[in-house]
């Protein structure tokens, strides 16, 4: 699973695609502000968790 944020959801679905060869889920954040996840690409508050489970 990758956490993202806005910028870089695109990428995420992008390099997920590439590993996994199938659908990503991509799942929005409910509160960004109570969560401590990161974006993994620039270390914004994440808003969403792009994965395959």
């Known amino acids: 699973m990758t956490y ?3 910028e870089h959801v695109e990428l ?3 390099e997920a ?3 996994l060869e199938t659908a990503p889920q991509l ?3 409910e ?3 109570n969560h401590p996840f990161s974006c993994g690409y620039c ?3 994440a808003v ?3 994965g395959n489970e």
């Open 12 to 14: 995420a679905l992008d």
């Open 4 to 6: 993202c944020c806005e």
């Open 27 to 29: 799942e929005k954040l």
């Open 31 to 33: 509160a960004v502000e």
């Open 17 to 19: 695609v590439d590993e």
């Open 48 to 50: 969403y968790i792009v």
């Open 43 to 45: 270390g914004k508050p």
